[in-house]
């Protein structure tokens, strides 16, 4: 079966330059440095053996950040190697990990992925969720390095749909040394997939975030930046939702909206949509103060989510109001700040359960319902500082999981 992947990978490999074309003309950042996504021009300036991590966007690469710190600090005679997939998530492992090696990973056809195993020779790699690439997973397997899924997570709805293609999934994901899991719904599912490799519940390193100095600065920057107001944060928003809020909201001038696309390349829409109902906005990239007359900002920058969290007095969580699976509301908590998210939170069901059980947060089944929840959250104080205790209690109840993780990797370097 993955020789006929591969045979379909090569049949489809000449149009990759035009995707990334294509993708180029809404951010002109996927067109750097395109090569290292072929295993062209790659470079190993280390003399140290790699440990090799792979997050696909700015998410994952910030869950790893304690993972990284502990490697770093207890693993010295390791070179870290970072790829990711996207422009942002690039960036974002730039600015966290100055001592990485930073790469994109190759695109999954034999002859990259074969070069990047060759100049980089790592002897343990790992990969951030649930990334299945056909001919990473073999060639690791085949060049004996030993391969991690780790903080995986892997929803009812997706195994569902894993299963219909079981006869050809399971051969490659049953190369992989072993699958950490978020939680023990996805060690469920990857027991009904038949993985026969080692299989645990760690956690999610998400709740094992890390505060660096650098953060801690752009907090007091924003905190004079936006001023005095409450700031309602809408994160990580998605097609639809922008004006969906909007439609929704009465904007309050004690109140301070920011709102957080998800994609950069949905920034000027957003200011489109904002123009269009004479709605006072700034955006975050004029690194102005915000103005008393402002209702809007525009939060178009990168990683800066933990920042904005930090000013925050709510949190509505994006993606969750489309069918989109909703956004990872850990952040959000982790600095203290209660969450409102929709009916659609399937890419996050245990944490969002657990999020309700453990009283950090309101799940809305009705958009309609948002204005008056979100007054209700301005208007009472008590309820609301009973939730923030909420939230600093469930961070502290699940953080733990980079530890174990590297409890479990390090066995292989032994």
């Excluded at 993955?2 to 180029?24: D, E, F, M, Q």
């Excluded at 960036?91 to 990047?116: N, R």
């Excluded at 299963?163 to 023990?184: S, T, V």
């Excluded at 989510?305 to 952040?331: H, K, R, W």
């Amino acid at each position: 079966m993955r020789k006929l992947y591969s045979a379909l990978t090569y049949l489809v490999a000449p149009l990759l330059p035009l995707y990334l074309k294509k993708r180029g003309k809404k951010n002109p950042a996927y067109l750097d440095n395109w090569s290292e996504r072929f295993g062209y021009k790659l470079t190993n300036p280390s003399t140290k053996p790699i440990i090799w991590l792979h997050s696909v966007s700015v998410g994952e690469t910030r869950a790893m950040q304690k993972l990284v710190e502990l490697i770093s600090s207890e693993l010295p005679e390791y070179q870290i190697l970072i790829t990711t997939m996207t422009p942002t998530g690039r960036a974002t492992a730039h600015q966290l990990y100055p001592q990485a090696i930073i790469h994109y990973v190759p695109y999954d056809l034999s002859f990259c992925v074969k070069q990047f195993y060759r100049i980089f020779k790592p002897k343990l790699g790992v990969i951030m969720e649930t990334e299945i690439w056909p001919n990473l997973i073999h060639f690791a397997d085949h060049y004996q390095i030993p391969l991690y899924l780790v903080n995986a997570r892997l929803s009812d709805r997706s195994c569902r749909g894993y299963q219909r293609f079981n006869w050809a999934l399971m051969p490659i994901i049953n190369q992989l040394a072993g699958i950490l899991c978020q939680d023990q719904q996805t060690a469920t599912n990857f027991s009904k997939l038949n993985y026969q490799g080692k299989l645990q519940v760690v956690g999610n390193t998400k709740f094992d975030l890390v505060i660096t100095p650098s953060i801690k600065s752009l907090i007091n920057n924003f905190a004079t930046m936006f001023g005095a107001r409450k700031i309602i944060t809408f994160a990580s928003t998605r097609e639809g939702e922008d004006k969906l809020f909007l439609d929704n909201l009465t904007l309050r001038s004690n109140v301070l909206y920011l709102i957080i696309p998800r994609h950069p390349e949905r920034f000027s829409e957003l200011e489109e949509l904002l123009k269009s109902r004479q709605i006072s906005y700034q955006k975050r990239s004029a690194n102005q103060p915000i103005l008393p007359s402002t209702q809007v900002v525009i939060g178009d920058s990168m990683g800066e989510m933990l920042a904005y969290y930090a000013i925050s007095y709510l949190a509505v969580i994006g993606g969750s109001f489309t069918d989109c699976g909703g956004q990872n509301p850990i952040e959000a908590i982790f600095m203290g700040v209660p969450v409102i998210f929709g009916s659609s939170m399937y890419n996050f069901t245990e944490v969002a359960k657990n999020c309700l059980t453990d009283g950090c947060g309101v799940q809305l089944t009705d958009v309609n319902k948002l204005n008056a929840t979100l007054d209700e959250f301005v208007m009472n104080n008590e309820q609301y500082q009973q939730i923030r205790v909420n939230c600093v209690e469930f961070t502290h109840k699940y953080q733990g999981a980079s530890q174990r993780i590297f409890a479990e990797l390090i066995t292989n370097l032994k």
